[in-house]
């Protein structure tokens, strides 16, 4: 408390208030906003308030407690010959930090603001991926098939239907991929619900990490399994999406669900461009798959 208290009242030396006080605190406070956004805090709701918080205290509190104090260090202290020149180098500073913090509390609303920060473009791309993907029952309700894209919003109607149908114990997955964060979504919601996943037909990119999600994991005689780097399809930016990153959680999440290192070493090299297929044997190797399985097996009879 007295360092904060001395700060404040100019006590620091200018140097001292200029460089640790304002710099490198606002370093500190503009690395960790991220932490308070996806993929950190998936659930929209939780990230927004997490926000909200963290914002308030590190822009509404510390940044006027940090701004005050260096100015009142600056009137209070001189520096001999080299005075006034420490002394714009602090104003300086406090603009440029204050157009840094303009842009760190835009880009959190771009990021929490569905639909706005992707721009028209964006807005119709995702409303027409939100009707890509269907949700089905198998008749007994022991099975959930998930076709289409995993565009935004699947996860939480994936789980909505979960928690209304509690004998449901496998997922079939049929999807060309979508959302990295929905696919990672949907992975650790098929793990927590300990469900089984299954692939008759196709299942690539995102779609892969819902499926290593599951407990026992099974593919039809005829199933193929796509693997790639991480790419961005849309053709606009997307906020503090780090493809790196990304992929380097993913990669985690495959470890946790015992995939060979072998495996994950060949599994992200190929282009997004040029997806890589692995044989069924490769996949029962590498711990990817655990089971071949014909279709009337891995459904239900009804089905």
């Known amino acids: 408390m007295r360092y904060i208290r001395d700060h404040w009242r100019g006590n620091h030396s200018l140097h001292w208030s200029l460089w640790v006080n304002l710099v490198l605190v606002r370093v500190i406070i503009f690395y960790a906003d991220r932490f308070t956004l996806p993929p950190y805090l998936i659930e929209r709701p939780e990230a927004i308030l997490a926000t909200i918080v963290f914002m308030t205290i ?8 940090q701004v005050i104090g260096l100015l009142r260090a600056s009137e209070r202290q001189s520096l ?57 029952l198998s008749t007994d309700d022991t099975l959930v098939h998930v076709e289409g894209t995993f565009a935004l919003g699947i996860t939480e109607k994936l789980e909505a239907l979960l928690d209304r149908y509690p004998g449901v114990t496998g997922i079939v997955l049929h999807s060309d991929g979508g959302h990295i964060y929905e696919g990672r979504g949907a992975g650790y919601l098929i ?65 946790q669900q015992h995939i060979s290192e072998d ?4 599994a992200f090299k190929a282009l997004h461009t040029d997806i890589w297929f ?24 009804g089905e």
């Open 278 to 301: 692995p044989s069924a044997t490769e996949l029962l190797q590498a711990g990817v798959v655990h089971k071949i399985v014909d279709e009337a097996i891995s459904r239900k009879p």
């Open 263 to 266: 495996f994950l070493a060949r």
């Open 58 to 65: 590190c822009h509404g509190a510390i940044y006027p407690w």
């Open 191 to 255: 793990k927590r619900r300990r469900l089984n996943t299954y692939v008759l037909n196709v299942c690539k990119s995102a779609c892969t990490t819902a499926f290593i999600g599951g407990r026992q994991r099974f593919i039809g005689t005829k199933a193929r399994l796509g693997f790639h780097q991480y790419g961005l399809e849309q053709r606009y930016v997307m906020p503090r999406m780090d493809l790196e990153g990304e992929q380097e959680k993913d990669i985690s999440f495959y470890r």
């Open 80 to 136: 001999g010959i080299n005075s006034g020149i420490w002394q714009w180098v602090s104003y300086i500073a406090i603009v440029i930090s204050f157009l840094f913090t303009l842009v760190s509390l835009f880009s959190a609303y771009q990021t929490l603001s569905v639909g706005q920060f992707a721009g028209d473009e964006g807005i119709s791309l995702e409303q027409a991926r939100a009707n890509q993907y269907t949700l089905r």
